[in-house]
């Protein structure tokens, strides 16, 4: 307690610099009505809806595997819904929809490295990547509408709260489905990758592998190409 006492007495002045910083910031902040602020919170999630759109379209175009290809298919169903609900909330309050896209979230590894791991990529490498990218989009996503809903509990926007919740209940399903289907995807898509790597000298009688192929001489598609053809022979 004592010691308590006294570093609060030594560092009175700078505390005092805080809570003066803060004051002022709160201050400067624009004073929105209530519905002036959903409307900007509903706005913001709906950027994020407009972007997942867009995404959902080129991921279902690229997408492989048939199974992801139909979740990715419905879910951007399920999107279009989220978007409408938003719009109407948003016009609800006097508000116009937002027509612009946000950024949606991925993990970006330093370009020199991105570089790098592009040259020796396998398509299967690209597809769990982006199937990572939709994990991480989704978990974004369930933050986001359980971030908003919490806020708009305390703020009384009682018919938000129902369309929220329902949002939040779909964007948790999309996650989960992902997150459970992911071993079995991985695994569907290993051989490729495996194929893909250079085996240990004098391991290569274990598998078919060209001369080529061992001395790097072709390129990673070339690689799977020919290990490809040659195990479909043995
Ligand atoms: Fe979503």
Known sequence: MARKRSSKS???????????????????????????????????????ENAAVSRLQSRIKEVQLEDVKQQLQQHLEVTREQQNRLKQLITNLGARPIHDSGQLPILVPPRTLAN???????????????????????????TMYDTLLQVAQLMNAGDAVPVLNQNLAEERAMAD????????????????????????????GREVVTEGAVTGGLSATEENESLGATATEA
């Open 177 to 204: 489905w992902i997150r459970a289907n992911t071993p079995a995807m991985i695994t569907q898509l290993y051989p490729e990758i495996q194929s893909s790597i250079v085996l240990p000298e004098g391991e290569e």
């Open 116 to 142: 790098t791991l592009k040259k020796s990529m396998t398509s299967a490498e690209r597809q769990i990547k982006s199937a990572k990218e939709d994990l991480i989009i989704e978990n974004a996503e369930v």
């Open 10 to 48: 030594t560092k009175g002045k700078g505390q005092k610099k805080t809570r003066r910083a803060k004051n002022s910031g709160r201050q400067n902040a624009k004073r929105l009505t209530l519905e002036e602020k959903l409307a900007q919170y509903f706005n913001e999630a709906l950027s994020f």
